[in-house]
């Protein structure tokens, strides 16, 4: 008969675990969509071949010094920025999924670095370091709800500024890159129409189709590209503006839609 205290302990130990138990899987598969495209490397690498793709087609000189170095940095800006979404999504996901984790040492490292080197304004840098600074240990489903909702809570702010930025250095940055290359196949082409070889006249027209032809979905790459840094946005700050309950029944089905969205998005970026 003494069993039966002890077994009503059990009980009610299960009963108070039990009801503090949170279902956070749409924060977590959103925060997974979130951090592979915030990683994606198919684009990064165009800022430095761009130019160099553009001056073929002017001369057989190679890219001038300057024109190089400052296409490397504005693609290792861009891919310290990556770094640091795609660590803090990874991050997100990982909290909404598990009982222990901590972050600290990879992220604040990629956020030292990519202050550094000017990537992140010193204010989001602060934002982020002061998150890679909480050493993340939780052992319940309500102590990972608190956790998600303040961590999300101080970096809105800092999340919506670098993609912004990231999607105006693709649209106006790239964008720029691959107009660039536009002039210099117009140019190309027109030199190439004047040769007295019928042949060369028609290769003229072989390359003009093919380079159109990259050239567009190079364009519609960055633009997609953009847009699934804006979504990106639009998840973080949905949940920034719904801190009181990530469960609600209402927000798991708007983030499930948006990860559906962002798996759409990845598609279309795949090579």
Not at 149 to 170: F, G, H, Q, Y
């Amino acid at each position: 008969m003494k069993s039966k205290p002890i077994l009503l302990i059990l009980l009610l130990a299960a009963a108070a675990f039990l009801s503090g138990c949170v279902n956070l899987a749409a924060v977590r598969d959103v925060a997974k969509q979130a951090e592979t495209l915030t990683a994606h490397n198919g684009i990064p690498k165009d800022f430095v071949d761009s130019p160099v793709r553009r001056q073929s087609l002017y001369s057989a000189e190679p890219v001038s010094a300057d024109d190089m170095s400052a296409a490397k940095a504005s693609r290792e800006s861009f891919e310290k920025k990556q770094a640091v979404l795609a660590k803090y999504f990874a991050m997100l996901a990982t909290l909404a999924d598990k009982d222990a984790i901590s972050y600290q040492k990879n992220l604040d490292g990629l956020v030292a670095s990519a202050s550094a080197a000017g990537a992140l304004d010193k204010a989001d840098g602060e934002v982020f370091a002061s998150v890679a600074n909480i050493l993340l240990r939780t052992f319940t489903d309500g102590a990972r709800h608190r956790h998600l909702r303040s961590i999300v809570e101080r970096c809105d702010p800092a999340v919506k500024n670098v993609t912004v930025s990231m999607a105006v250095a693709l649209r106006d940055g790239y964008g720029d890159l691959l107009s660039q290359e536009v002039a210099a196949h117009a140019s190309f082409d027109r030199a190439m129409k004047t040769a007295d070889s019928t042949a060369l006249q028609r290769l003229a027209g072989y390359v003009t189709r093919e380079l159109k032809a990259q050239e567009e979905k190079r364009s519609q790459a960055a633009e997609t590209y953009a847009a699934a840094l804006e979504k990106i946005a639009a998840v973080h700050h949905t949940l920034a503006t719904n801190l009181t309950d990530f469960t609600r029944k209402e927000l798991v089905a708007q983030l499930r839609e948006y990860e559906d969205d962002l798996k759409t998005l990845k598609a279309k970026l795949a090579p």
